[in-house]
């Protein structure tokens, strides 16, 4: 089943500190739902472990993300893939991010993937509202990441 997944999110970190963040797999494993483990295999190149809930169906993921035609700190193309109980996925997205001032950033994304599997069989429209709420957590984390700096420094 295909998927389209695209948005926009501002967030209180200007460019430079939402580009590293975005870049610091330490970052992303507290902000990704449910990853369990992100281990470095290589520069911008990660095996992730996740334990997720679609619907009434929960399992685990194994999978790889990749960064790639990096333009720091503007853009950047993120790409997954796995497999695991709840089914096989794979897809790519683009981020780019606008300082709209010192301390406030736009991060825009698009992309699209393929899901197979057990989780393909909730159908596309639990899909796309679970992708939502995923990303949704994402971006809550991103943004308590940064109000946690902020008490911090």
Not at 35 to 40: A, V
Not at 62 to 78: I, N, R, S
Not at 106 to 130: C, F, M, N, P
């Amino acid at each position: 089943m295909k998927m389209e997944l695209s948005g926009s999110e501002e967030v209180e970190a200007g460019r430079e500190a939402l580009w590293t963040a975005l870049n610091d797999p330490d970052v992303l494993a507290r902000c990704i739902p449910g990853c369990k483990e992100m281990m470095e295999t290589a520069q911008d190149s990660y095996d992730v472990k996740l334990g997720l809930k679609v619907a009434a169906v929960s399992g685990s993921f194994d999978g790889k993300v990749a960064l790639t035609e990096k333009v720091p700190p503007e853009t950047c193309w993120l790409s997954v893939s796995g497999g695991g109980t709840l089914g096989t996925g794979n897809g790519s997205a683009r981020f780019t991010i606008t300082e709209i001032s010192a301390d406030r950033s736009r991060l825009d994304y698009s992309g699209e993937g393929e899901i197979g599997g057990l989780v393909a069989g909730v159908g596309q429209r639990v899909l796309k509202s679970v992708s939502k709420h995923l990303t949704n957590q994402f971006f809550v984390s991103l943004r308590n990441h940064f109000s946690q700096d902020e008490k911090v420094g």
